[in-house]
């Protein structure tokens, strides 16, 4: 079962790039979402979708995009890329907001 | 708005032994779901648990148990038997039963598991 997939797992970016982050899951779900991590720190939500065409902001939505034309994909778009976005991020999805998530393997991402 | 604590930033258990890590929450809702996740070095997060509010009896699942003590907002895991492979780091998340809620992690609690 390939569950949660992200592409790529490594990037490097200089500031003001942009780039795309993929993730695809193969479970049906209705609900996905994508997260970043900072070292030592716990996971904040960064956007989340209900459903194909339906999307809302997280705790830290300043400097992302997202969009949901597919029940299985949810793209994340870093435009103009900053240091301060150099972070793991995870794309996770659930049936519901009342079932267990289910995480990808994360994107290391850094902005030099 | 919630929070989740883990007061615990590292722990460290002998193989074979038990370790308790502590969590405590914060939330004026009475119906929700917790959860512990693993997240090992190759930065999966993996389910390791979940207790729903309402329910009563203490989660279990193998080696891994819970316990919720809703008065005092605490939910801690115990890991019985220890094992190489449960050195991670491990942490608890909060998820109010309203819709459109999601999840709110706490900080984590490295384990470390000494042969």
């Known amino acids: 079962n390939a569950g949660v997939t992200q592409t790529p797992k490594f990037r490097i970016l200089k500031i003001g790039q942009s780039m795309t982050l993929q993730c695809t899951q193969d479970?049906?779900?209705?609900?996905m979402y994508w997260y970043r991590q900072d070292p030592g720190m716990g996971l904040k939500l960064i956007y989340y979708?209900?459903?194909?065409?339906?999307?809302d902001k997280g705790e830290v939505p300043n400097g992302y995009n997202v969009s949901r034309s597919t029940t299985e994909d949810f793209p994340l778009r870093l435009e103009l890329a900053a240091p301060s976005q150099t972070s793991v991020y995870f794309c996770?999805?659930?049936?519901?907001?009342?079932?267990?998530?289910?995480f990808g393997e994360g994107s290391w991402l850094t902005v030099v | 708005a919630q929070t989740v604590t883990q007061s615990q930033p590292e722990m460290s258990v002998q193989e074979a032994e038990t370790v308790t890590l502590s969590c405590t929450y914060d939330?004026?809702?009475?119906?929700?779901?917790l959860f512990w996740y693993k997240q090992p070095p190759s930065r999966q997060m993996i389910l390791v648990i979940r207790?729903?509010?309402?329910?009563?009896q203490n989660a279990t699942e193998n080696r891994f148990s819970v316990n919720f003590q809703k008065a005092a907002k605490s939910f801690s895991l115990k890991i019985s038997d220890s094992q190489l492979g449960d050195a991670a780091m491990y942490f608890c998340?909060?998820?109010?039963?309203?819709?459109?809620?999601?999840?709110?992690f706490g900080g984590g609690t490295r384990l470390m598991v000494k042969p």
């Open positions: 996770a999805s659930s049936y519901s907001d009342r079932n267990t998530i289910y």
């Open positions: 479970m049906n779900h209705n609900y």
């Open positions: 979708s209900v459903g194909a065409g339906i999307t």
């Open positions: 939330t004026s809702e009475s119906d929700y779901y």
């Open positions: 207790q729903e509010a309402y329910k009563q």
């Open positions: 998340a909060y998820r109010p039963n309203n819709a459109g809620n999601m999840l709110t």
